[in-house]
Nanobody
């Protein structure tokens, strides 16, 4: 059994920054990829950023140069630093972690709202 707890969302103004965190706990025997997704109202969930176990990263074109994904393996935590936020970044953000034994698991989601 594993759990993911997200934090860091909120209401900010255009141009501001936020940092999301997603901490994993439970019976963890290793973590592979860690990802952040987001889902805006009326839209499909989209992949925002990925970080592999080796530290390689990949980003959606819409966030390149503004968002940074990192991970702290000692804390089983993945972060998403979001700078220069825009109203179109408004969404519920979900972390997704691929565990070595139990497979993929999702966080509960955290709301990010960017006002213009």
């Amino acid at each position: 059994q594993v759990q993911l707890v997200e934090s860091g969302g909120g209401l900010v103004q255009s141009g501001d920054a936020l940092r999301l965190s997603c901490a994993a706990s439970g019976s963890i025997f290793g973590i592979n990829a860690m990802r952040w997704y987001r889902q805006a109202p009326g839209k499909q969930r989209e992949l925002v950023a990925t970080i592999t176990s080796g530290g390689s990263t990949n980003y959606a074109d819409s966030v390149k140069g503004r968002f940074t994904i990192t991970r702290d393996n000692a804390k089983n935590t993945v972060y998403l630093q979001m700078n220069s936020l825009k109203p179109e970044d408004t969404a519920v953000y979900y972390c997704n972690v691929v565990f070595a034994v139990v497979g993929s698991s999702w966080g509960q989601g955290t709301q990010v709202t960017v006002s213009s």
